[in-house]
């Protein structure tokens, strides 16, 4: 049974997406590691969550490159939909009682990281099952 990319025509496909999924994925983490620094981890139950989603964007990434297979790429699909499902209830109704606002260069930046790791990942994971 084949559970990796190794080889056929989506072979360069699915290795483009996987690093760009995995940019992506580091972005997220960075951006997240950096405001949780910055302050965001004296905020109760959002402190820690911050530094969770930095901590597992950073493994998430280091996994879809070195195991190639399709389970890192659907665990990438559900970060980047949660961490973007988190911000969006953050921005409109609050998130455990914090609410963020939509403007500036880390929610920008976080954002893009996110839509791209959830549009990499989908045809990824694709590809991936497909490969099965």
Known sequence: MVTSFSSGPG???AELLRALV?????MSA???FE????????????GPLFLLNAVA???LA???????????AVGALGFGAL????????VTVGLFGSHEVATGVPQLLAGVAEVVVVVGAIPLTILGARSR
Do not use: C, D, M, N
């Not at 405001?35 to 959002?46: D, H, M, R, T």
């Not at 879809?64 to 890192?72: D, E, G, R, S």
């Open 22 to 26: 995995a940019a992506g994925l580091l």
């Open 11 to 13: 072979h360069i496909v």
């Open 35 to 46: 405001l949780w620094a910055q302050g965001v981890s004296e905020v109760a139950v959002i």
């Open 30 to 32: 960075v951006v997240h």
């Open 83 to 90: 961490t973007l499902a988190a911000f969006v209830l953050a």
């Open 62 to 72: 280091l996994v879809l490159l070195a195991w190639k297979h399709w389970l890192p």
């Open 57 to 59: 964007g950073l493994v």
